[in-house]
């Protein structure tokens, strides 16, 4: 299991391609928050359209990448449970974002790499070397800036803080099996089995806790191009990618939503950068290259 005993030699070869998805699915990824906003259905009901909307289009694909190939018993199992935990993830953070900052749903929300960080440091079932111990604290140092920088905890903002940290915590039990999956399944079979299981899920609570799923005034652009952005292009990269790195790698890539969601907030609301921002940025990125050019070296 690549997870549990270190990289497999899949891992071991990631090369641009694979690190550019990953990053490219974490930019697509730091829209969510925003996009979730635009939505006037419940947030629980915007995760289900997130998860149902892509099904045809993930059911012709994966249909297409079987050809040749077979989805053993313990296999869709472990994607089901990993949808279900995905389900309960969007939910979790979907209510956090209602409920407090941009900012802080973002932050909160990824709290799950530090823990995808500590399970890469503990499959390596070695001492980091110099290097990756340095990409690890270069990627600490650069969320903790991003952290003060950004982070706002307040009475008023407490609850949907927690739920975004509880978000980060499902995230990892969504991305841990599916990694292990992606090492005998395709891309598009694991997302399709993961919305099969996660939007049903979705539905039951959103109807739960009363609130609104057909769209209403807003149309059902927003959660259309929540689709289209989250499921299709964020997650497509990033389990795509998931198949080429291990978790310490894939924890560090997703503390560069925080910095592309300050980046976003720069572009779209003229949010201004301080150079401390600026340098959490420069920093995380400089852990990645760092992981990159390590996993090069024979």
């Known amino acids: 299991m690549a997870i549990a005993t270190g990289e497999s030699k899949e891992q071991a070869d990631g090369g641009l391609l694979p690190l550019l998805a990953l990053i490219g699915g974490n930019a697509a990824l730091a829209l969510g928050p925003w996009l979730v906003r635009l939505t006037d259905t419940g947030p629980v009901a915007a995760g289900f359209w997130r998860l149902l909307l892509p099904l045809p289009l993930f059911a012709v694909l994966a249909w297409r990448e079987r050809v040749g190939a077979r989805l053993s018993r313990p296999i869709v199992l472990l994607v089901l449970a990993a949808g279900i935990a995905f389900a309960l993830d969007l939910a979790s953070w979907h209510i956090g974002i209602e409920r407090t900052r941009l900012g802080n749903a973002t932050l909160f929300g990824n709290s799950g790499s530090l823990i995808l960080m500590v399970v890469g440091i503990v499959a390596l079932r070695r001492r980091p070397t110099v290097a990756e111990a340095s990409a690890i604290l270069a990627a600490l140092a650069g969320a903790a800036i991003l952290f003060g920088q950004s982070l706002d905890i307040s009475v008023r903002t407490l609850r949907g803080d927690l739920f975004c940290l509880l978000a ?7 991305l841990l099996p599916a990694q292990r999956a992606r090492a005998s399944v395709g891309q598009w079979s694991v997302l399709l089995l993961v919305c099969c299981a996660g939007a049903p899920v979705l539905l039951a609570i959103a109807l739960g806790a009363g609130e609104p799923v057909w769209p209403s005034a807003a149309g059902f652009a927003p959660v ?6 989250s499921q299709v292009v964020g997650q497509g990269l990033l389990v795509f ?11 560090m890539a ?45």
Do not use: C, N
């Not at 980060?168 to 969504?174: D, K, S």
């Not at 259309?224 to 952005?229: D, R």
């Not at 720069?266 to 921002?277: M, N, R, Y």
């Open 168 to 174: 980060g915590v499902f995230y990892v039990g969504y």
């Open 224 to 229: 259309v191009a929540l689709a289209i952005s």
């Open 241 to 251: 990618a998931l198949k080429h790195f291990p978790p310490l790698v894939i924890g």
């Open 254 to 298: 997703l503390l560069t939503q925080p910095a592309l969601a300050a980046f976003t907030g720069w572009l779209a609301f003229g949010e201004l950068l301080s150079p401390l921002d600026i340098l959490g940025m420069a920093l995380i990125g400089m852990a990645l290259v760092i992981a990159r050019v390590r996993r090069e070296k024979p």
